[in-house]
């Protein structure tokens, strides 16, 4: 973990629901962009509709792959609405896949899994989950 890293989760622990959110926004985007060179992490921007950041997904050759777009939810309890609503913000941006992160999972669910077509998962998984769906795109 980076310093910048380390600092942006310190201050999440210690400041507001709204703030918390905005830095596991950052941390992810940093992640992905840390993560997968080659793919364009791009920042939805904060009160854009939409989710919060939209990874295309490029090969060694820089030929686009696919997207995959993230939304990263800090709270305590999970809201089936936001199924929906990613599923209406991938239509809406032409991806092909979409991810809620989020410390808060479905009652039926205590890890990584799919609902409704949306993955789901915890900020500690995703690096896991984004490497394998990102290799689905890309065969």
């Not at 310093?3 to 310190?10: A, F, G, P």
Request: charged fraction near 30%.
């Amino acid at each position: 973990m980076t310093r910048k890293s380390w600092w942006m989760k310190r201050r999440a622990e210690q400041g507001s629901m709204q703030l918390q959110g905005e830095v596991q926004k950052l941390l992810l985007e940093e992640l992905l962009r840390n993560t997968f060179p080659f793919d364009i992490v791009s920042e939805v921007g904060k009160g854009v509709k939409g989710a919060d950041c939209i990874q295309t997904v490029r090969n060694q050759m820089a030929h686009t792959c696919g997207k995959i777009i993230d939304e990263s939810k800090q709270t305590k309890d999970f809201n089936r609405e936001w199924i929906e609503k990613i599923k209406m913000d991938m239509r809406n941006l032409g991806a092909d896949i979409a991810v809620l992160v989020t410390q808060a999972m479905p009652k039926e669910m205590d890890r990584f899994g799919e609902k409704d077509g949306v993955y789901i998962c915890s900020f500690s998984e995703i690096r896991n989950v984004a490497l394998l769906l990102r290799n689905t795109l890309i065969k």
